[in-house]
């Protein structure tokens, strides 16, 4: 079976634009979550989805949002982007609300010049 | 709120060696769970085990162990005979109970093994 699919592997984007990022989780997982992680820092938890709906959201500004699909891929958008937001953002999908063990994908790595 | 450090940043060692990656947490909770996960330079975090905080036994899985401490709010993972393939960052995270994906992790430890 796939693992956790994310696009694009890599972007570059310039200040106050607009990105979406993709991940695909594995199939029969229903919950996805999105973590930012900046270069030597350990991931930091954006946002979970759960069956469609926001389940949880990390100490992030309004400019990140996400969704989650019928299918349950998701996609996380951020606004009018920073330098700061230059990182590896990381999907990890798991089957239900409770269940603890969470598999990663390869992560996006967006640059913002 | 919840706090995990993981005090070494780089460790290097020759092949073969054992190597012991240190892990401290803070948490309020009375139950919670307990990660470890290695990244290796390709980005993707591969789990490597979970620790409910209610079973202190330790345990082994090939050439890992890991210990696990309340009583110092540790986890500590070591790799025995350590392989130039355990090159890596590793990473001890913190889970609540019932708190859905929502992981705090460490800053990570960069393993370096060399031949």
């Known amino acids: 079976d796939a693992g956790v699919t994310q696009s694009p592997t890599h972007l570059i984007k310039t200040r106050g634009q607009h990105v979406t990022l993709r991940c695909s989780p594995i199939s029969g997982h229903k919950s996805v979550s999105w973590y930012q992680q900046v270069l030597g820092q350990g991931p930091q938890f954006i946002f979970q989805?759960?069956?469609?709906?926001?389940?949880g959201r990390g100490n992030f500004p309004d400019r990140f949002s996400a969704r989650q699909f019928p299918n349950y891929s998701s996609e996380l958008n951020v606004n009018a982007l920073l330098l700061g937001d230059s990182a590896l953002y990381l999907c990890?999908?798991?089957?239900?609300?409770?269940?603890?063990?969470?598999?990663f994908g390869p992560g996006t790595r967006l640059t913002v010049t | 709120a919840q706090k995990v450090t993981q005090a070494q940043t780089e460790i290097s060692v020759v092949e073969k060696e054992d190597v012991t990656l240190d892990c401290v947490y803070e948490?309020?909770?009375?139950?919670?769970?307990l990660f470890w996960y290695k990244q290796p330079p390709s980005g993707e975090l591969v789990f490597l085990i979970r620790?409910?905080?209610?079973?202190?036994q330790n345990e082994i899985s090939g050439r890992y162990s890991w210990n696990f401490q309340k009583s110092t709010s540790s986890f500590n993972f070591t790799i025995t005979a350590s392989q130039v393939v355990d090159s890596a960052v590793y990473f001890c995270a913190l889970g609540r109970t019932g708190g859905g994906n929502k992981l705090t992790f460490g800053t990570g430890t960069q393993l370096k093994v060399e031949l």
């Open positions: 989805y759960y069956e469609k709906e926001e389940r």
């Open positions: 990890a999908s798991r089957f239900g609300q409770i269940t603890y063990e969470q598999y």
């Open positions: 948490t309020r909770d009375t139950t919670y769970y």
């Open positions: 620790r409910n905080s209610f079973d202190e």
